[in-house]
């Protein structure tokens, strides 16, 4: 995200992406304007948020007609850096990597993985959904000049943390760790953690403890 938008308070940054979604749905589909409780029915988001939220980015909806769909495109596209594409690097091309390398991400977001690595002999030198899968020995070469500034983390857990030394030191700045391993790292670098077993565990928790009433968090 760029500079002008650090003020924006986090919650608010996170729910960015899914704005920028709908907006070009929105947009692909010819629609003008929209209202904050239309934006709140589609992203569930209820709509005092969305208008609290969109005040942060200048963009004022008028009462009886909405907000302007191409103001908030380009605001969008903007903000989140759409107009220049992301690289990112994928390392552990088992079921899950092998599953992200098929995903194409650029169909609603401007990231592209261009490169991954692992350590299976029979998977270096393949391709996946046109990534090259490359040695892992060769990881700190690869990357050098690469200007790849993300990384998506699908290796066993007990080799995570080596691995995220490794690729701070070739300059990447973000990770997201879908291991389980708690990672460290210098306060510059983001890490974003998805456990999809924690995530599963905890909605089938919230489904058995908890009424409808009192769901949201
Ligand atoms: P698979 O069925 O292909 O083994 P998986 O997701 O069940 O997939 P994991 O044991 O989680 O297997 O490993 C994920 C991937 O990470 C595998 O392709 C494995 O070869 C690779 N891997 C393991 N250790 C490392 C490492 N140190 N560096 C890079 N890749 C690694």
Avoid: W
Avoid at 1 to 30: C, D, V, W
């Amino acid at each position: 995200m760029n500079q002008e938008t650090s003020k924006i308070p986090q919650a608010t940054a996170k729910r960015l992406p899914l704005y920028y979604r709908f907006i070009q749905n929105l947009h692909s589909s010819g629609k003008q304007r929209v209202s904050s409780k239309e934006l709140s029915e589609a992203v569930k988001v209820d709509s005092a948020t969305i208008r609290r939220d969109f005040s942060y980015f200048g963009a004022l909806g008028k009462k009886g007609y909405g907000y302007n769909v191409n103001y908030l495109l380009s605001f969008f596209r903007k903000t989140l850096d759409q107009d220049a594409l992301t690289k990112v690097v994928l390392i552990g091309v088992g079921n899950l990597g092998t599953a992200f390398l098929h995903y194409n991400f650029i169909k609603n977001n401007n990231t592209k993985i261009e490169m991954a690595f692992d350590v299976a002999k029979e998977k270096i030198g393949t391709e996946i959904g046109d990534v090259p899968v490359c040695d892992m020995d060769e990881l700190e070469e690869k990357l050098e000049g690469a200007n790849i500034e993300v990384a998506i983390l699908t290796v066993p857990a007990h080799s995570a943390q080596n691995i995220t030394d490794r690729l701070v030191a070739s300059n990447v700045k973000g990770i997201l760790n879908f291991t389980p391993a708690r990672l460290s790292v210098p306060d510059h670098i983001r890490i974003h953690h998805i456990d999809l077993a924690v995530e599963l565990q905890s909605l089938v928790y919230f489904l058995k403890h908890y009424s409808e009433d009192d769901t949201e968090m």
